[in-house]
């Protein structure tokens, strides 16, 4: 695969995407995503391990009476989405997505959006967090004195350090009430396979936004401040509890849902 040049270049965002199901991707993001399905399919494990902790973390914060839910750098969302695993607890839950690409609210199929208007997707940076809450769609959508949950589905995983992703994830969660959670999930180098970690560094520098491997005690600082839930920070293939039987991936990543006090 040749590395397209600027904008035509693939998005690792809308790969993952087109990896767990979603069909409305740009074609060179199809092509990137069959590449890799071809050519590492733990990634496509990976990816599948991340969508699922994505739901099950959702319905965690529903039940706990979290009805709002801020979806940040959620490209156009994904199968299932995130509304689904949240009106599945309570129907009456608002879902905010939020993307930093302008065609992506275009492609968000009429069947995400019903009647009662319950789910809205705006275009905001990921670390736009005074744009985002200055949005007039979370401003009406929202009401930031409840507990909202901020979703970080991977994203972080494509935001630098230059970038600074703990100082945004932090700034995001200073200005939501006690009682809100967040929901990560990042990409590790944790364990990693030599040879998925060659694939990756090796084709890291064709997308738009190459892959951020972190380690663990890297990842954890996103949550201090928070009181981490459940199992903690774990595996992605361990929350909310261990697979049985137990899941090895080649690449994996760590997963979390922390609370503020």
Known sequence: MEKPDGDRAPSLAHV???LV???RERPQDRRAADEVAAAAPALVDLARQSTRFLMEA?????RQGVDQFLDIGSGTPGSP????????????????????????????PPRHFDATRRVWQIKAAAGDT????????????????RPVAVLWTSTMSLIPDHDDPVGIARAMMEEMPSGSHM?????????????MLAYVHRRNP?????????????????????????????????????ADPPVVLPLSGYAAVGRKP
């Open 16 to 18: 993952y995407l087109h």
């Open 21 to 23: 199901g979603s069909e």
């Open 58 to 62: 959702v319905a965690y914060c529903a």
């Open 81 to 108: 989405p995130v509304h689904e695993a949240a009106h599945a607890v309570n129907p009456a839950a608002r879902i905010v997505y939020v993307d930093s690409d302008p065609g992506a609210p275009s492609r968000v």
């Open 130 to 145: 005074e744009g985002i809450l200055s949005h007039g769609t979370v401003i009406r959508v929202l009401d930031l004195t």
């Open 183 to 195: 929901v990560m999930s990042h990409v590790t180098s944790d364990g990693a396979d030599p040879e």
């Open 206 to 242: 064709l997308f738009h936004r190459p892959l951020q491997l972190r380690r663990r005690h890297q990842i954890v600082s996103f949550f201090d401040g928070l009181d981490l839930v459940g199992p903690g920070l774990v595996p992605v293939t361990d929350w909310p509890a261990p």
